[in-house]
């Protein structure tokens, strides 16, 4: 059974720090495209950060510099650091795991399985 789990929101102070984890079990990761998206109350589901199965990433446009996706193999894991924070990023931050033959793009379609979410609150 596959199986997401969000960890390391918290709330910050804008200019913060956080490192979000995605602890993945039933299949790997390795051969999976990865991502991260978010969704701010009231507002759409959005792409944040993704990562090919042979690690090549990809990021919105608006978030380069300031986050990092990345992932470990061996321990089944994905992270999101995410540096200067401000408080437009707050939102549930989702993993989600897709076809490892697509481009890790950032529709929500390509991604067959999701986590419940861990909440990135910023204050100003």
């Known amino acids: 059974q596959v199986h997401l789990v969000e960890s390391g929101g918290q709330s910050v102070q804008a200019g913060g720090s956080l490192r979000l984890s995605c602890s993945s079990s039933?299949?790997?990761?390795?051969?999976?495209?990865m991502g991260w998206f978010r969704q701010a109350p009231g507002k759409e589901r959005e792409g944040v950060a993704a990562?090919?199965?042979?690690?090549?990433?990809n990021y919105a446009d608006s978030l380069k510099g300031r986050f990092t996706i990345s992932k470990d193999n061996a321990k089944n894991t994905l992270y999101l650091q995410m540096n200067s924070l401000k408080p437009d990023d707050t939102a549930m931050y989702y993993c989600?795991?897709?076809?490892?033959?697509?481009?890790?793009?950032?529709?929500?379609?390509?991604?067959?399985?999701w986590g419940q979410g861990t909440q990135v609150t910023v204050s100003s």
């Open positions: 989600a795991a897709g076809d490892g033959r697509l481009w890790p793009g950032f529709s929500t379609w390509q991604y067959n399985y």
């Open positions: 039933g299949f790997t990761i390795s051969t999976r495209s």
């Open positions: 990562i090919a199965s042979s690690g090549l990433t």
